[in-house]
């Protein structure tokens, strides 16, 4: 029995290593593409939704005014923030005339915060190019010019910023948003369809591998317009997703690329915010599947906990071939782990509290499901999701 045990978590482990190796080569970084001639120099909105973003903002609004191009503007929606948010921007927006602040309508009933801020930004946008992201993201001056040859061949694109970690939660957690990505999904699935799906399959199935990371999305205005926009995700909690799935489901294509040495982040700063960020949309990433939420609980805890449990006992007894066995299941998960901390300029210690991770993040899947159970929601920024 014991040897099935680890046969299947080699197996599973097998599987993870080829789709990051792969990765490795077509989960590209935002770069320059071969030049395209054309005289013509689209114009790009950065829209940057805000609510409650003090401690921030400037930043963000800093380096997007800093763009080593010619023709944008920056938008900022104050999203009725209870904080100095709007104050800060109004003081940005007196002496910067590209920058322009717009005061956020109240909410209505039937959609969430983020969408609505979203489409309130598009409406005053003027751009032929929209570029939504977060009010933690911080842009290098090269960062929109590289977008712009990119949607010169795509139609829209998505960039994983390079998250920066500062405090020990941080690091112990955000790395396995980025871990599951890297080695669950090939890059390449969300430009193209899989080769090996049959072609009467490619079309139907085309938006089952589409993702997309909110924090950086950028579209051409006619496809952003044609899909719906974010009126058509109006009430969706996980909207960078449903629109990549819009995206691909009508045609468009869609590149998925990482933003290293190029866009930046820091999504949390503290567990508190970590916790309570993740808890709204854990669970719903799965769909709200619990079976199938509840099945990949149980596939990491066999596959990431097991084999460090099994090495530690086998240790304590001092049986040779428990000890052979899970320490080239642990060599394989620290590997991994070592290989996408190197690239995006992590930590090399918390590989090795990989376990731990895992475990955090099945303690909020609890909290996820009892939450789905009670049909309580999860409050974020002072609104229910």
């Given at each position: 029995m014991m040897t099935i045990i680890f046969y299947t978590i080699a197996a599973y482990l097998l599987f993870t290593s080829l789709v990051l190796f792969r990765n490795l080569f077509e989960f590209k970084r935002l770069e320059s593409l071969p030049s395209i001639k054309d005289e013509f120099t689209p114009k790009v909105s950065i829209c940057i939704p805000a609510r409650n973003e003090a401690a921030v903002i400037e930043r963000c609004i800093t380096s997007a005014l800093k763009q080593d191009y010619e023709n944008f503007e920056v938008l900022v929606l104050d999203d009725q923030s209870t904080d100095n948010t709007k104050q800060i921007v109004q003081g940005l927006a007196t002496i910067i005339k590209n920058l322009i602040l717009i005061e956020g309508q109240e909410k209505p009933g039937d959609w969430l915060g983020k969408p609505w801020a979203c489409h309130q930004l598009s409406k005053s946008a003027t751009g032929d190019i929209l570029l939504f992201i977060d009010a933690d993201v911080v842009l290098e001056e090269n960062a929109i010019p590289k977008a712009v040859e990119q949607l010169k061949q795509f139609d829209a694109i998505t960039v994983w910023p390079q998250q920066q970690l500062e405090s020990f939660w941080e690091k112990m957690v955000i790395p396995l948003i980025y871990f599951a990505l890297w080695t669950l999904l090939p890059?390449?699935?969300?430009?193209?369809?899989?080769?090996?799906?049959?072609?009467?399959?490619?079309?139907?199935?085309s938006s089952s591998f589409a993702a997309a990371c909110g924090q950086f999305l950028a579209f051409n205005r006619r496809v952003y317009e044609v899909i719906g926009g974010h009126e058509a995700v109006k009430?969706?909690?996980?909207?960078?997703?449903?629109?990549?799935?819009?995206?691909?489901?009508?045609?468009?294509?869609l590149r998925m690329l990482h933003g290293v040495k190029s866009v930046y982040c820091r999504m949390y700063t503290s567990h508190n915010e970590i916790w309570n960020g993740l808890r709204k949309n854990f669970f719903i990433g799965f769909n709200r599947n619990l079976f199938f939420f509840s099945i990949m609980a149980l596939i990491h805890l066999l596959v990431y906990v097991f084999p460090f449990i099994a090495l530690s006992i086998g240790l304590f007894v001092q049986n040779f071939e428990l000890i052979t066995q899970s320490a080239i299941l642990v060599l394989i998960i620290l590997a991994q782990r070592v290989i996408l901390n190197t690239l995006f300029k992590w930590s090399l210690l918390y590989p090795f509290l990989h376990p731990l991770s895992v475990l955090w993040y099945q303690?909020?899947?609890?909290?996820?499901?009892?939450d789905y159970l009670t049909k309580k929601k999860a409050v974020w920024k002072g609104r229910e999701v």
């Open positions: 890059a390449i699935y969300v430009q193209q369809a899989p080769k090996w799906l049959p072609s009467s399959l490619k079309t139907k199935m009430d969706q909690v996980v909207e960078d997703v449903e629109l990549a799935k819009k995206i691909k489901s009508m045609g468009f294509t303690a909020l899947g609890i909290q996820c499901i009892t």
